[in-house]
C-alpha cells in the first residue's frame, strides 16, 4: 500500500537490525515514512478500507517522531509507521537499500543512518544495535557520513556514536 500510495519508507526497528547484524525477536514491524501527519492520516483511512485495523497516534511537540500510525490484521501482525523524525536526514530515504522479502523488495534503511537512529535512540538495546551494525559490516563505512547525519540527531547521538566508534575495526572506515 506504501508504493501504491507513493510514499517513501525505510524499515527500521528489528528487521533492519537483522539486516545490518544483529538478528533478534521482535513482536511488531516498524517503518519510517516521509510524510506530513494528514497524508498519514489519509494512509489510516486507506487501511481501514483495506481490512486492517488502525490506530494513530499524535506526539507532543517533544517528541521526536510527530505521529505514528499502528496497523493490524486479524491474525495479530502489527506493523507501526511512523511519521517522521526529528533530526532525520532527508536523504536517508535516498540510501535505504532494497532487501529481497516475499516476491518483492522492502527498503530498508541504509547502514550509516541506522546507526545514527540507534545512537539517538540511546537504549542498551538500541547502542548494542549500533555497535553490531558496525562491527558486521561487509563494506566500509562511510564515517564522515554517519558522523554528519548522527550529528543531525544532537550532541547525546554523536557522543554515544563517538564511544562506540573506538571499538569499530580500522578496517571497516571508509
Known sequence: MLEEEAIEYAVIGAMAASVHGSV???????????VTVPRLMHLS??????????????GDEDDPIPA??????????????LGGLRGLDPQAFARAVDVPFSNGNLRVIGR???????????EPQHILDARAAL??????????????????????????????????PQTKRN
Open 24 to 34: 533478534r525477536a521482535s513482536a511488531d514491524a516498524d517503518a519510517l515514512l516521509s
Open 45 to 58: 483511512r486507506a487501511f481501514e478500507k483495506a481490512g486492517f485495523e488502525t490506530e494513530l497516534r499524535s
Open 68 to 81: 505514528l500510525l499502528e496497523v493490524s490484521d486479524i491474525h495479530g501482525n502489527r506493523v507501526d509507521l
Open 112 to 122: 550509516e543512518d541506522f546507526i545514527a537512529m540507534k545512537c539517538f535512540a540511546g
Open 135 to 168: 562491527n558486521s559490516a561487509q563494506a566500509p563505512i562511510d564515517f564522515d557520513l554517519l558522523r554528519r547525519v548522527t550529528r543531525r540527531f544532537g550532541r547525546a547521538a554523536a557522543d554515544v556514536l563517538e564511544q562506540i566508534s573506538a571499538d569499530a
